[in-house]
C-alpha cells in the first residue's frame, strides 16, 4: 500500500487511527518506521509480526540496525507474534520475556495440493526426489546436486526433478552433468502448476541454508510428501520429526543431506505409504481456516494483554 499512488501514507495513517489493533509486519520501509512510531505514541493497542531476525553475519551490524528500526517497539508493551517457534524464540532472546509472545506462521491453501500422486511417465520403480524453489546458495541446490551424484553411484533407481530458476541453475547442470539422465530441469512453474509438480515425486528435498518460514514445508507435507529439510528452517522445525514424517537435518551439511536420501531411497513401498500418510497428518491442523482462527485469537489476546 505505501508503494501506491494518491498519498498512500495519509490513507493508512487514517485506517491506523480507525482500527483496534494495528499489525506490523515490516519495518525498513521509512513511512513503515513513521507509521509504526505514529502508533506507538498513540498509546493503543498494536504488535508486530515478523520471520526470525538475525540471519545477517556477523550478525551485530543487523542487530544495532534492528534495535534502532524498533526502538519504539523495545520501549512498549507491544505483543510479538513469530512466524513460527523458531522465530518466537529468537525475539524473546532480542526483546526480553516480558511482553506476550504468540506463534502465528504462514499459512496457504493447502487442500489444493491433496491431489492424485504420481501422474507422471516414470518407472514405478524409481524414487523420484523433488526440489522445488530458487536455485540459491541460501536454498542449498549446490549441496544436493553433490549429494544426488553420490547417491546416483550407490542405487540406480532414483531421479531428481529440479523446479524453479536462479543464479545457480547452470553450476547445478554441470555438477550433475555425470548424471544428467537422472535428473529433469522442469524450470519456474506457477503457483497453480505446483500441486501437479508436487504430485510427481515421492520425497520433497529443501536442504536450505536458512529460510524465515518455507512454505514448501507443509505444501509438500499436504500433498504426501516425506520432507527431507534442515535445522535452520521455520517450517521444518514446526513439522518435521525424523523417522515419522521425513528427516530434519543440518543446515549445509551433505553427508547428512546424502544420508536421509539414501534412507529415502530404500524406503519399501509399504514404509514410504506410512510416512505419507504421516505427512500429510501432521499439517491437519495447518488449514488456511485454522490460520484465520489463530489469528483471530491471537487479536483478542495483544489487545487483552495491551489493557491489562
Known amino acids: 500500500m505505501l508503494d501506491e499512488t494518491n498519498d498512500p501514507f495519509a490513507s493508512a495513517n487514517e485506517l491506523m487511527d480507525d482500527c483496534d489493533l494495528a499489525v506490523f509486519n515490516y519495518y525498513r520501509h521509512a513511512q513503515a518506521e513513521q507509521l509504526l512510531s505514529h502508533r506507538a505514541r498513540q498509546q493503543r493497542p498494536w504488535c508486530f509480526w515478523g520471520e526470525r531476525p538475525g540471519f545477517t553475519k556477523p550478525e551485530w551490524p543487523g542487530r544495532v540496525l534492528r534495535h534502532w528500526k524498533l526502538r519504539s517497539l523495545h520501549s ?40 492424485e500422486r504420481r501422474t507422471d511417465s516414470y518407472s514405478r520403480s524409481d524414487r523420484v526426489f523433488l526440489f522445488s524453489g530458487s536455485l540459491t546458495t541460501r536454498k542449498g541446490v549446490d549441496v544436493l546436486s553433490k549429494s544426488f551424484c553420490q547417491l546416483v553411484s550407490e542405487q540406480q533407481n532414483v531421479r531428481l526433478r529440479i523446479v524453479g530458476d536462479g ?31 508436487y504430485a510427481s515425486a515421492d520425497v520433497l528435498c529443501v536442504p536450505s541454508r536458512y529460510d524465515g518460514w518455507g512454505l514448501v514445508v507443509p505444501e509438500g507435507l499436504a500433498a504426501g510428501l516425506p520432507v527431507i529439510a534442515t535445522d535452520q528452517m521455520g517450517a521444518a522445525l514446526e513439522f518435521v520429526r525424523t523417522d515419522y514424517n521425513g528427516w530434519l537435518i543440518g543446515a549445509g551439511d551433505e553427508t547428512a543431506l546424502l544420508r536421509a536420501m539414501r534412507e529415502a531411497a530404500s524406503l519399501s513401498s509399504e514404509q514410504l505409504t506410512k510416512y505419507s500418510s504421516n505427512a500429510v497428518e501432521s499439517v491437519s491442523q495447518h488449514s488456511l481456516q485454522h490460520g484465520a482462527q489463530r489469528f483471530l485469537q491471537y487479536a483478542r489476546n495483544s489487545v487483552a494483554h495491551w489493557r491489562a
Open 76 to 115: 512498549s508493551p507491544a505483543a510479538i507474534w513469530g512466524i513460527g517457534q523458531f522465530a518466537v524464540d529468537q525475539y524473546k532472546r532480542e526483546f526480553g520475556t516480558g511482553r506476550a509472545y504468540f506463534n502465528l506462521p504462514y499459512f496457504s491453501n493447502l487442500e489444493r495440493f491433496r491431489v
Open 167 to 197: 543464479p545457480l541453475l547452470k553450476h547445478a547442470q554441470n555438477t550433475m552433468s555425470a548424471v544428467r539422465d537422472k535428473v529433469d530441469f522442469v524450470g519456474f512453474r506457477d503457483w497453480r502448476e505446483l500441486p501437479q509438480q
